[in-house]
Structures are given as structure tokens and as C-alpha cells.
């Protein structure tokens, strides 16, 4: 028959999208579709969610539905539901992402290690355990987490109880070294509504629902858990959904020991691969675990935002060509679009620093890049700092990739060859 084909949704923040691909990572149908926007509370996120999900499984051509074999979603880390997992009744959230719960720091603090990835407003945990007070201990024996891309997994396999996988699981308190829920976490007692199962990034999970599968498809597809690095390579690599599915198969620790990934987006990102799991909660540093090895990660303010507020892209485009990058920019700025650094400095006070401007445009933006090539390569010592293997190559993703003579004012701050990614993965095996 047809070669099998594989289905990867990505839910962003403004909308989701899809991909099929094939064995050999190329696409034979994509799209995209925007979320409605949500009325009032937050329910609303996850109908649109939902709607979403389902307007795309429509969106793929009925030819290539018979071939899907798996579906896999990501969602944005750290965006979690209540979910009672007989009924499908939404019991709390949808949390999303960037909303902080402060008042439920303390308690987290209390139980979790120092500056442990949940020790911030806006972890996982911090969402749960929030909730758990205001509901006065009180949840049913069928409320579960789920995790945004759980959630909509859920709704496709039906399965009670709630799956994860390690990556997404990580915010909530999850060890993927341990391959558990740490001890000073399930002894509390909203422990018993976290995921019950939490699998490898892209191990089948459960068969599609039956009532899915006769509307959308012929196969008895499996839906899988798969990686989750919404915040990690994903945010980094301006892909689609297919080929951050095909991530995990690149885990072949020969090639990816000593790679590191910038992205030069609106903000600047740093992920590399690392043989050690290294990860600070005063710096926003984590790790996520690809098999054998670690994605290390943090996230600067600075980034192409702050161009942005200063310069259109054809005045980047243009100024550009006008900056020697041989020579070292004298200026000293700290560029961010507003007050506030948590990595590779944390500081919630600091203000932008972009002055003195010079004359001339093209000197100020050399200064301003150079400064951020800066910013990047203390990044990047702090990480190995906290124990991260050294890197040897550098990759570059994101708006701020295009630019040249960046590219050549980074690679003499940073001392390392920077190349943009070339290589298209191999996907992982899949067991369907
Ligand atoms: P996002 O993180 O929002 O997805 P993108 O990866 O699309 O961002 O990158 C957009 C950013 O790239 C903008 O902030 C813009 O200032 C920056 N950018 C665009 N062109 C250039 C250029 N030639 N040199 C440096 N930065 C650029």
C-alpha cells in the first residue's frame, strides 16, 4: 500500500498548525489555522484549542488519510488544564504559559529543592498547586493535570488518567533523570491529580478514539506523546511541526555532543546539547531530556525586539551593510525592550542600556549587535558554568540568522564557528 504518513500538530501561541510527512522527513500537506478569539474567560482558550485541533484533522486531505499513522502535538510549555478525565469537565484553566501564580510560590518553595524549575510563579506546579488552595484540597478523585498538548491528545485517545511525556511533565516537578515524580513531590497531596503515566517524548500512547477515527481516517492510528520543546529547539528552529517531530531521532550523541543553538528571534535563546542535565531556577535554566543526552536552555530579554523598536528590517538589511565586523565595537549597551533580565543575568531591575547614540546609524547598530553577541557569549559561559558540556559549533535560527555580518561579529565574540542548520533529521523510529 501507501507508504505510512505522519501527522504533526503545533500549538503556538496565536494558532496551530500541521504537518504530514513521510518516512524521509519531506511534507505532503501543511496548514494552518488561527485561534478564535476566546470571550471573556479562560475556558474560552481551550474551545478554541479544541476547534482548532479539529478543523486541521479536517484540513488534511481525505487522499492522505488513510495513510496518517500518528499524531503527535506540541503546545506551549507550561500552559496546563484540570481536567476531570471521566467526564472531559474543565475544572480549572486553562493556565497559559506566561501567567504567574506568586501565591502559590511559597508552598512550592517549601517542598521543592533550591532554585528548582518549579521555583518560579509560573511553573507548572505553581499553577497546580494554586488551584489545589483554591479549591480547598476538595478536587474529585478524577481531577487530573493535563498539560495543553495532553489535553488535546486526550481528546483524541480518550484514555483516563492522563499521559505525558518527560519534557512537558519537567514544570510540574517531574525528574526525567529519575525517570519519576520525585519523592518531595508525591508525598504532597495534590500529587494524585498529576499525569499517572509519564512516557518518552513520542511513545505511542493509545489508539485514536473510535468516533475520531471513522470521521477523519481509515488507519487505526496512534497517537503519540511526542516532543514537547515548544520552549526549547522549537522556539528556536523557525520549522514546521514535521521536522521538530523529527527531532528526537537526531539524538545521536556522536553528532550532537558539542552543537548549541542560537536563536536570534525577538528574543535570544540559548539551547545546546549537553552530556549533563544543568539547571537553575535564578536564571531560568533547564534541561530537557533527549534519550541520552541533555537539551540545556536559557532565554535573554535582549533580541531582535529591541531592533525592531529601533529599525525596520530593510533599514537592518541596509545598515548592515555598512558595519565592518573585523573590528570591535567600542559601545557598551545592554539592549532590552524594557526593564528586566533573568538570564544570562537576573536582575528584574535592570534597565536597557543604549546610550551613548552615535551619528551615525550603522555604528549604532554595530554597537547594539556587538553588545548582544556579548550578551550571548556570557550566555553561553554561564551555561557551562553551571556544568554544560563545551561547544564546538554553533547554529543559528531565527530572524536575526539572516544577517552576515552578525553572523561574523558573533563568531569573533564567541570564538566558535557559527553556521545555520543544515542538515534535515532522520525521523525516529516509530512503532506503529
Ligand atoms: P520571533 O521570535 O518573533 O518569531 P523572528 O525569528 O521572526 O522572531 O525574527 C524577527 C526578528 O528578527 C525581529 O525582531 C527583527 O528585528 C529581526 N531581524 C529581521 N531582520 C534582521 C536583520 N537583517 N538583522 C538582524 N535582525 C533582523
Given at each position: ?7 504533526g ?14 518516512e ?154 529519575l525517570g ?29 478514539r ?18 514537547f520543546?515548544?520552549?526549547a529547539l ?15 531521532a537526531?539524538?545521536?550523541?556522536e553528532q ?31 534541561s ?18 529591541v531592533?525592531?523598536q ?21 559601545l ?75 553572523t ?25
Amino acid at each position: 500500500g501507501t507508504p505510512p504518513l505522519y501527522l504533526g500538530i503545533d500549538f503556538g501561541t496565536s494558532g496551530a498548525r500541521y504537518a504530514l510527512i513521510d518516512e524521509h522527513g519531506a511534507i505532503h500537506s501543511e496548514g494552518k489555522r488561527a485561534y478564535c478569539a476566546p470571550v471573556g474567560d479562560a475556558a474560552g482558550w481551550a474551545s478554541s484549542w479544541r476547534a482548532a485541533l479539529f478543523q486541521l484533522l479536517a484540513d488534511v486531505p481525505p487522499a492522505h488519510r488513510p495513510s496518517v499513522s500518528s499524531i503527535s502535538i506540541d503546545g506551549t510549555s507550561a500552559t496546563a488544564l484540570i481536567v476531570d478525565s471521566e467526564t472531559g469537565e474543565l475544572l480549572g484553566g486553562p493556565f497559559l504559559y506566561n501567567e504567574g501564580f506568586p501565591d502559590a510560590l511559597p508552598a512550592v518553595e517549601s517542598v521543592a529543592p533550591a532554585n528548582h524549575t518549579v521555583c518560579s510563579p509560573t511553573s507548572t506546579l505553581c499553577k497546580l498547586v494554586s488551584w489545589w488552595a483554591a479549591s480547598g484540597g476538595a478536587a474529585a478523585g478524577a481531577a487530573v493535570l493535563m498539560h495543553q498538548s495532553d489535553w488535546l491528545l486526550w481528546l483524541l485517545h480518550g484514555r483516563p488518567g492522563g499521559v505525558s511525556d518527560y519534557n512537558s511533565a519537567l514544570k510540574v516537578g517531574y525528574d526525567p533523570e529519575l525517570g519519576a515524580y520525585p519523592g518531595w513531590l508525591t508525598s504532597q497531596p495534590y500529587s494524585r491529580m498529576l499525569p499517572a503515566a509519564v512516557r518518552p517524548p513520542g511513545a505511542p500512547v493509545a489508539a485514536l478514539r473510535d468516533d475520531v477515527r471513522s470521521q477523519y481516517g481509515k488507519r487505526s492510528y496512534y497517537v503519540l506523546v511526542v516532543d514537547f520543546l515548544r520552549t526549547a529547539l522549537c522556539a528556536l528552529e523557525p520549522l514546521t511541526a514535521s521536522r521538530r517531530f523529527l527531532l528526537p531521532a537526531e539524538v545521536n550523541q556522536e553528532q550532537l555532543n558539542c552543537e548549541q543553538v542560537t536563536s536570534l528571534g525577538s528574543t535570544l535563546a540559548i539551547k545546546l546539547v549537553s552530556r549533563v542535565h544543568v539547571a537553575d531556577a535564578r536564571f531560568g535554566v533547564y534541561s530537557h531530556r533527549l534519550d541520552d543526552v541533555w537539551l540545556v536552555g536559557g532565554a535573554s530579554n535582549t533580541g531582535g525586539a529591541v531592533l525592531r523598536q529601533l529599525f525596520t528590517d530593510d533599514q537592518l538589511a541596509a545598515l548592515s551593510e555598512h558595519i565592518d565586523p573585523a573590528v570591535p565595537s567600542p559601545l557598551d549597551y545592554y539592549p532590552l525592550p524594557k526593564k528586566g533580565e533573568r538570564f544570562p543575568v537576573s536582575d528584574p531591575d535592570m534597565m536597557p542600556r543604549l546610550q551613548p547614540r552615535p551619528g551615525s546609524d550603522a555604528e549604532y547598530l554595530h554597537g547594539i549587535l556587538e553588545s548582544i553577541a556579548r550578551i550571548e557569549a556570557k550566555g553561553y559561559s554561564l551555561l557551562k558554568e553551571l556544568g554544560a558540556t563545551a561547544v564546538e559549533e554553533v547554529f543559528t535560527a531565527g530572524g536575526g540568522a539572516q544577517n552576515d555580518r552578525w553572523t561574523a561579529i558573533r563568531e569573533r565574540v564567541l570564538g566558535v564557528a557559527s553556521g545555520r542548520p543544515s542538515r534535515l533529521r532522520r525521523p525516529m523510529e516509530l512503532h506503529c
